[in-house]
């Protein structure tokens, strides 16, 4: 498994963890608020059960009538489910606002709270004795609806909490997976950049090498050929032709050590504040020199700003667009937009493409899929683009063409 598949499948385990900690920790959270209602609501109801014995109490003095009249009184309210009367376990009085529903027990604690299909309900029982020692207990029982409304409240309140902080474990899920991406590929780029000056190394001494063994003997060789010159017969034009061949030769092997040279060399940046229309027009006239016919499209979002060496940028696009005309393109479309603060810059062209599995080399040294390319040319761009504090990408979708992104 690829690290990032490891990434978000430890990112997915965390965010449902998450959610099954913080569902439990909230219902563990509504069960105590429930409970710690139910016993405030029964501390109240012990009182309501002192106030109710002893007015029951004076009331029973004038006998059960004045009694029954209280109930009567209390059962008009909404909120009141039923009453009830007993006197010797003898049924004296009942009323309820759900005919047949008298959920009384023989033997029940002065406050009590249960379940039913109505909902909560709260019930207060006072027992009390008349002057003759006849025991009566008086039922009120009513609807608890501050324990169902706080039910409710608290449902809601568990799956919001539960979403909000499973929503935050999930944002910060996303910017560690972001932040390690990140530091992945940082490590990447200096393992990239420590294998890149180990090469750069190895191909100074190289080129230490070649400008000693082959470059000096190749200055004699072309001044050899200048003193010669002007003995050749101009008449003969087998050798004019060899001439400019060898001429032409000489100056090719020079240009690509000097190209090698300018891998390990210092590259000093000169920025500065590049009119991008200008810089443009002045790159497209050169460029449409590449190749007969090439066309050249250049699209430029208004009021973008270059800040940047103007002639290492001309020469990072002036080998992009030689290479696709070369690649044989007959077309290259250059645009430059603003993304997230960069300035990005695309080459497209409209030519055979970059094979897939050659994308991840041929930006390394000497690594080169042209008949006759020597691979310093984009190991050179991106040496340049490096300098110039950004990078440079390619993409090549099959049938499309390739396209380089610069992002400065």
């Known amino acids: 498994m690829s690290p990032g598949a490891r990434t978000i499948v430890s990112a997915a385990g965390l965010c449902a963890a998450s959610i099954v900690l913080f569902y439990f920790m909230n219902l563990g959270n509504r069960r105590v608020v429930e409970a710690r209602t139910v016993e405030l609501a029964v501390a109240e109801g012990g009182t309501i059960e002192k106030v109710l014995r002893q007015a029951s ?29 007993r006197s010797s376990g003898e049924l004296r009085h009942a009323s309820s606002k759900f005919e047949g529903y008298l959920p009384l027990q ?38 608890f609806t501050a324990l169902d409304e706080i039910r409710r409240s608290a449902r809601r309140s568990l799956l919001l909490l539960t979403l ?16 390690n991406r990140q530091l992945r590929r940082q490590e990447l780029e200096v393992q990239r950049e420590k294998e890149e000056k180990e090469k750069l190394r190895e191909i100074s001494l190289v ?16 001044l050899s050929y200048q003193m010669l010159e002007p003995r050749l017969d101009p008449a ?19 240009d690509i050590i000097e190209r090698f040279s300018q891998l390990t060399r210092d590259l000093p940046v000169r920025r500065e504040e590049i009119d991008a229309a200008a810089f443009f027009a002045e790159r497209r006239s050169a460029w449409e020199g590449f190749g007969e016919g090439l066309r050249i499209a250049v699209d430029l979002e208004a009021g973008v700003k270059l800040l940047s060496d103007r002639g290492l940028l001309a020469q990072v696009l002036d080998n ?62 991106r040496r340049i683009v ?23």
């Open 207 to 222: 080129t230490a090498g070649i400008n000693h063994e082959i470059l000096n003997p190749l200055h004699s060789l072309y």
């Open 236 to 254: 003969d034009e087998e050798a004019a032709l060899h001439g400019r061949a060898l001429k032409r030769e000489i100056k090719r092997i020079q």
């Open 164 to 179: 909000l902080q499973s929503g935050i474990v999930l944002l910060l899920a996303l910017f560690l997976s972001r932040f």
């Open 57 to 85: 109490a004076q009331l029973l003095a004038g006998g059960e009538e004045p009694l029954i009249r209280f109930l009567e009184e209390i059962f008009a309210d909404p909120q009141v489910v039923y009453v009830a009367l």
């Open 320 to 381: 992009l667009v030689r290479n696709a005309s070369e690649a044989g393109a007959r077309g290259v479309d250059v645009r430059l937009r603003r993304k997230r603060g960069v300035v990005e810059i695309r080459v497209r062209d409209d030519g055979p493409g970059i094979k897939a599995e050659h994308l991840g080399s041929i930006f390394d040294p000497f690594v080169s899929f042209k008949p006759r390319g020597s691979g310093i040319g984009l190991a050179l761009a």
């Open 106 to 143: 023989e033997v029940a604690p002065p406050v009590r709270t249960f379940p039913s299909p109505l909902g909560e309900i709260l019930e207060v029982s006072a027992v009390l004795r008349d002057a003759t020692g006849k025991v009566h207990r008086v039922h009120i029982g009513y609807f």
């Open 386 to 408: 490096t300098r110039l504090g950004g990078r440079i990408e390619a993409a090549s979708p099959e049938g499309q063409g390739a396209e380089f992104t610069l992002s400065l």
